[in-house]
Structure formats: structure tokens, C-alpha cells
């Protein structure tokens, strides 16, 4: 078989897209502020310019109300990694707030009691 030959689609799932074509093939961005459990929420009077992918603009729209990086990713039915890359690019972009979600010692007491409890 040669490269020509080869096929680069499944009949059933249709044209394969690579995570990182989808992720818009850019360098990784910093981190900081993207854990798994941030909590992402679009600006409010930011304006959706053109030319974004369609990920991204089901991730501002996700981000309408306030949701957690793993969700969106979840809902995205991306990996982490290229979740991070795409929400790195929508709040360097300026469109998009990112929240650490702080553990308080009275949340994880309550977390560490429900644990014991099961």
C-alpha cells in the first residue's frame, strides 16, 4: 500500500482530526491558574472575534456560566492537555476569567468525613 493508497478516514467515524490540529497546533501556553479544577467563565462584554475553531466557540459558549476546566473538557471530549491549550488561548485572548477553586480546610474536613463515612 502506498501513501496515496492510505486512508487517512474511518467510514464510520468520518475524517480522523489529530488532538493537536484540533488544539490549533500551537505551542503549549502557561498553566498557571489551569488546574483540573478551575473554574472558567467567558467576559462578559468580550466580543467572539473570527476566525475561532470550532471548539473554541463551544468553549465560550459553555463558559457562559461558570464551569470547571474538566467539564468543559468533558463536553469538548478532549484530554486535559489539549483543553488547557485551547482555554489558554481563549483567556490570553482576553476572552475568558480563570478562578483557582481554593480547597478550604472546613471543605476538606467535610471531604475527608464523607470518605470515612463510606
Known amino acids: 500500500m502506498s501513501l496515496s493508497d492510505e486512508a487517512w478516514y474511518d467510514d464510520d467515524a468520518g475524517p480522523l482530526v489529530r488532538l493537536y490540529a484540533r488544539a490549533g497546533g ?10 483540573l479544577s478551575a473554574i472558567v467563565q467567558r ?9 475561532l475553531s470550532p471548539d473554541q466557540m463551544r468553549a465560550l459558549r459553555l463558559a457562559g456560566q461558570p464551569i470547571a476546566l474538566s467539564e468543559i473538557a468533558a463536553h469538548l471530549a478532549l484530554p486535559l492537555g489539549p483543553a488547557r491549550l485551547l482555554l489558554g488561548e ?11 477553586r481554593d480547597a478550604s480546610p472546613d471543605m476538606l474536613d467535610r471531604l475527608l468525613s464523607g470518605l470515612n463515612s463510606l
Open 26 to 35: 500551537g505551542a503549549p501556553v502557561l498553566r498557571d491558574g489551569l488546574e
Open 43 to 51: 467576559v462578559p462584554e468580550a466580543v467572539e472575534p473570527d476566525g
Open 90 to 100: 481563549l483567556r490570553d485572548a482576553g476572552l475568558i476569567e480563570v478562578r483557582r
